[in-house]
Each structure stands twice: as structure tokens, then as C-alpha cells.
């Protein structure tokens, strides 16, 4: 009897523990120690300007009627709003470049919105003083794809925000998301760069890649090894039956 009972255990015990995943792969920062200065600020480079980026830049000065017609019109109501874009914004041209009104052709490929205004304020300089330029990146967004709750294209309200608000912003991964395995695709002047991050690592705070970039592209890709909709192999569902009828038969014949 006493034999029966631990071959009951036993089956029970691997019946429980064949669907279920290890803690150490669903904890996001595994381990990590308390009071971790990251310095993935500090080793992520500036995002760098590059054609179809929509530039906003407001010019003022102490006296508004000088700069005012350096200014594009701003419409009435919500400025940023898909309609008024191309009414106060300047898109980068395939060459690089922006035509501004009174300034000329401006190359900003290639810089930081800091340069841009920098080259800008030293042009007005030349016939106006005491002004100030201030350069906005327009529409800001990184896109989650894969295991997500809300996969989708998502705003960055900051000009600068973490792989772990993205995947929050998109709802978190779901039960299918490989924490250990998410891509994060990147256009640089050299081409698209690829990065392999794995969530569960408490060293992902001090990756350059921590800090994610406008226009980034993050997917989760599907983990392997637990049963669902998406991750189920073809026969799956048979095999499954087939295990379970052959356990039940088992546990009666145990019991007997």
C-alpha cells in the first residue's frame, strides 16, 4: 500500500510540474540588488535626425514682432494633432534637409535636436539678437509587436523612455511572451541594428539599449514551452488527451 501511495505521488507531482514555468523565468530583474545605479542613460547615444522626421521650432525673442515671421502659423485647439502637423512642423527631405522660411536650406540629418537648434540660433544671430530657438521632435513613438496585451504603435511623452515602460505601455507581456528572448530593431545611418534583451537579467539596467530611441521596434517573440493557442504543436491536443486518459486509468488502477 505503501508503494502505491508514493507511485500516486509521484504521478501527481510530474502531472503538476510538466505545464508549470520556473519563477526565475517570469521575474522581470531576477535577483537584481537593491540601490543599482544604472548607467544605461549614460552609455545610450542621442537619437540622430533622419529623413521624414517632423521638426517642430519655435523661434522668440524679446520683442515677438521681430521673430514672428520666422514662426510657422499655429492653428487654434490641440497644436500636436494629426491635422496641424504639416501646418507647424518641418519634415526632414529625403536629402536631409529643411527648407526654412528667411534661413534657406538646413541640413539636419544626422544631428541631435541640441545641434539643430544650434545651427539655426546661429544663423538668426546674423541679423537679430537676443533670440532664442527651441526644436521639438514631432510624433515620437516606439512600436511593441508579439506577445503583448496591446501590441501597437505607442507615444513617448518623454523624449527618452525604458524598454520596461514600452512593454507597460503596451500591457505587459502575456503568458505566451518570451521574457528571456525580446528584440529590439533600431534604424541607424548604417543600417537596421538588432539587439537580443533578456528581461529577466538584473544587468538590463545597465545596457545601452535600456533606454529605447523614437521610432525603436520592440517584439516578444513566443516561448516554446507552454501549452496555448498560439504555442501548441500540431498533435498537441491529441498527445494531451492521450496522457491524461492514460494517467486516470493509472491512478484506478493504483487505487484498486
Not at 510657422?72 to 536631409?96: K, P, Q, R, W
Not at 502575456?174 to 537579467?201: C, H, P, Q, S
Amino acid at each position: 500500500m505503501t508503494r502505491k501511495y508514493l507511485q500516486l505521488l509521484m504521478i501527481i507531482f510530474i502531472v503538476g510540474t510538466s505545464c508549470s514555468v520556473p519563477v526565475s523565468e517570469l521575474t522581470y530583474l531576477g535577483g537584481v540588488k537593491a540601490g543599482l545605479t544604472g548607467a544605461g542613460r549614460e552609455n545610450t547615444e542621442a537619437y540622430l535626425i533622419r529623413p521624414h522626421d517632423l521638426l517642430y521650432i519655435r523661434i522668440s525673442g524679446e520683442d515677438p514682432q521681430t521673430t514672428e515671421f520666422l514662426n510657422l502659423t499655429e492653428s487654434s485647439g490641440n497644436m500636436f494633432s494629426a491635422g496641424n502637423l504639416d501646418l507647424i512642423t518641418y519634415e526632414v527631405d529625403d536629402s536631409g534637409e529643411i527648407n526654412y522660411s528667411h534661413l534657406g536650406r538646413i541640413r539636419v540629418e544626422g544631428l541631435t535636436v541640441d545641434q539643430v537648434a544650434t545651427e539655426i540660433q546661429s544663423r538668426i544671430n546674423r541679423f537679430i539678437e537676443g533670440t532664442s530657438v527651441f526644436v521639438k521632435l514631432v510624433e515620437r513613438n516606439v512600436t511593441v509587436l508579439g506577445e503583448v496585451a496591446n501590441p501597437g504603435r505607442h507615444p513617448m511623452l518623454r523624449s527618452r523612455i525604458t524598454l520596461l515602460e514600452a512593454l507597460g505601455a503596451a500591457g505587459d507581456l502575456t503568458d505566451f511572451g518570451n521574457r528571456r528572448n525580446v528584440k529590439i530593431l533600431r534604424e541607424t545611418r548604417d543600417g537596421t541594428v538588432v539587439a537580443y534583451l533578456d528581461l529577466t537579467d538584473p544587468g538590463l539596467v545597465t545596457s545601452p539599449w535600456y533606454y529605447l530611441q523614437p521610432h525603436d521596434i520592440i517584439y516578444v517573440e513566443p516561448i516554446a514551452g507552454i501549452y496555448g493557442k498560439k504555442t501548441r504543436p500540431f498533435g498537441a491536443g491529441m498527445t494531451l488527451a492521450l496522457t491524461s486518459m492514460y494517467t486516470l486509468l493509472l491512478l484506478i488502477t493504483l487505487l484498486k
